[in-house]
């Protein structure tokens, strides 16, 4: 996957940081009275959206860092010097949010193509065996009625072959009580031979 590489992440990074110093210099330029906030978002949701959160929270300290800066360099007053400080931790932890917001957005996304894709394997797959099932319902069957071995295709199986293979079923052995009836009798019998034998 592209988005994974390391000279794409790269990209997404240097683009992140072009745009938060554009950014940072037309607010600078237009002064504190045009209300730039909301264009800040765009190199941290950048980040958030292609690299992790860990670039998140580096975007988001850069970015409150930079609208610090630009406040300060714009000399614009306030009452105390603290509220300009409290202004930049509270655009640092929106800017946070929302880099956070978007990325697990684009999780969200990810997570649902991926089991998007799944559940079309699985129709597929489900297809596939509906017409396999449908082929063999539609013909009809040969079984050797001495070796009791199915005829599939040309070739004979035998039975437990043909529905582990061809049906995907889970096959277990056993003893019908007719059979061991027999072995029983049969056992009696040979029992009774022994004994009678000088």
């Known amino acids: 996957m592209q988005e994974t590489t390391i000279p794409f992440r790269l990209k997404v ?58 406040d300060i360099l714009s000399n614009h007053q ?3 010097e603290m509220i300009r400080y409290a202004n930049s931790v509270i655009c640092f932890l929106a800017f946070a949010i929302i880099g956070i917001l978007v990325q697990g957005l684009r999780q969200a996304l990810n997570e649902q193509k991926q089991i998007s894709q799944q559940l079309q394997k699985a129709h597929d797959e489900l297809q596939r065996w509906s017409q396999e099932l449908q082929t063999l319902q539609s013909h009809m069957q040969v079984v050797c009625a001495w070796t009791k071995r199915i005829n599939v295709e040309g070739k004979w199986v035998p039975l437990d072959e043909f529905f582990r293979d061809k049906l995907k079923a889970q096959i277990s052995f056993g003893v019908s009580p007719e059979a061991m009836q027999q072995i029983l009798q049969d056992a009696t019998a040979a029992q009774g031979q022994f004994i009678e034998s000088p």
Do not use: D, K, Q
Request: glycine share 6%; charged share 5%.
């Open 13 to 70: 990074i240097l683009a992140s940081l072009a745009n938060l110093l554009a950014i940072s210099y037309i607010h600078y330029l237009t002064g504190y009275e045009f209300l730039f906030f909301v264009f800040y978002f765009l190199p941290v949701s950048l980040s958030g959206w292609y690299l992790g959160r860990l670039s998140v929270f580096c975007f988001a300290v850069l970015t409150g860092m930079s609208w610090c800066f630009v």
């Open 78 to 80: 306030y009452p105390h």
